[in-house]
């Protein structure tokens, strides 16, 4: 059974750093491309970054290029999101899932992540 479990999220002040974990089991890691996705309150779940099986390709939102960098351990079955620059905007609750997935529905239970002063 697939199993995504993310980590790593907490309160920061604008413009400070976070790295995300996304420890995956139950299905074969490294053959999948895999998404990073968000959903702030009151809003619909939003694709965040996505990364190619093998790592080779990166590709991210306008609004976090040049401030997020998405990256995957396949020896260790995980899948990484590291955050600079935050903004207050980027407050939300912050899943991983197989990038293919309908509406991301492999996606764990999330960790939270607020940007504040």
């Known amino acids: 059974k697939v199993k995504l479990v993310e980590s790593g999220g907490g309160l920061v002040q604008p413009g400070g750093s976070l790295r995300l974990s996304c420890a995956a089991s139950g299905f074969t890691f490294s053959a999948y491309a895999m998404s990073w996705v968000r959903q702030a309150p009151g809003k619909g779940l939003e694709w965040v970054s996505t990364?190619?099986?093998?790592?080779?390709?990166?590709t991210y939102r306008d609004s976090v290029k040049g401030r997020f960098i998405t990256s995957r351990d396949n020896a260790r079955n995980t899948l990484y999101l590291q955050m600079n620059s935050l903004k207050t905007e980027d407050t939300a609750m912050y899943y991983c899932?197989?990038?293919?997935?309908?509406?991301?529905?492999?996606r764990g239970q999330g960790t939270q992540v607020t940007v504040s002063s």
């Open positions: 899932a197989k990038a293919l997935d309908n509406n991301y529905a492999s």
């Open positions: 990364i190619t099986f093998n790592g080779g390709t990166t």
